[in-house]
């Protein structure tokens, strides 16, 4: 079916998607949301070589879910947030876990796409799409086909317990490699046995490995070759130093109307939520 004239990502970020729930406190539907960016994020920067190249993805919709965003850089370091981190107290009990993401963040709105390298010199290239349908993986589908010209199929998944706890999270890319004859009917095909059969969380916690996804992907019959294999991580660029800088931007009479209001100096990395708190000596003595 493919004869080496697609490339294949598989991701598993169980890991990262519990980190990330747990420390954005988010509820089922906005894990869910964040773990499918997260797995997309993650697949388009398989192709990243260096730690300072990174690629987010930002999506913007008109439901409760205003802003998700994910990022992932060569190095397989991945962060990411929604605002807001939960939407629980809008829905109803029945509605806590929906099917579809788009029921929250809408079926409308912008993705917007940025493939930057952190050197200080180079410029961001940035692309910006309307939604396909909301569903995460279907617009970054959508974005690969309009913007990269690579005929692609897309699937990103999370499943939760019950209760709520990531069971598993995952996405899988397939994409006709530039200069060969792979047809858009092949594509379209393996696209609808992904929808239809392929249920890539559900696999994930099973326990079926890359190896068995890959198997079916190319229907337990092709030969494939292993390109790269790269762990992926929870990691903020975030850091005391940089924190620090941001608040001493904002003046002495702010950072004492701060303290005064709030009776403390704390700041709140938005990608991580990582908290520090800082004394005005500390701020005032630069
Ligand atoms: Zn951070």
Sequence with gaps: ?????ARCVVVSTKDIVTTLQQ???????????????????????????????????????????????????????????????SVAEDLEIAELIPEKVSDVLGSEGTLTVIHGRRDGVSKPYTAILEFMNGEIASDIAHYLAESEQIPSAVAAGVK???TGEVLSSGGVLVQKIAGTNLDEKTLKELEVNMAEKLNISDRLAKGESVVDILNFLTNDTEEHTLLLARDLSFKCTCS???????????????????????????????????????????????
């Design 1 to 5: 079916m493919f004869d080496y004239r």
């Design 160 to 162: 939760l317990s019950p």
């Design 23 to 85: 420390r954005h406190k988010l509820d089922p539907i906005t894990t869910i949301a964040l773990g499918r960016a997260i797995n997309c994020a993650a697949m388009l920067a398989s192709t990243l070589k260096s730690e300072v190249d990174y690629i987010s993805c930002t999506w913007r919709g008109k439901g409760l879910l205003e802003t998700v965003f994910a990022e992932c850089n060569g190095a397989g370091e991945c962060r990411g947030y929604t605002t807001p981190e």
């Design 240 to 286: 005391r130093d940089r924190m620090s800088s941001a608040l001493v931007l904002l003046g002495e009479d702010q950072i004492k109307t701060i303290l005064d209001e709030f009776g403390k100096i704390e700041t709140r990395c938005p990608f991580c939520a990582h908290t520090e708190l800082f004394s005005l000596e500390e701020l005032t003595r630069q």
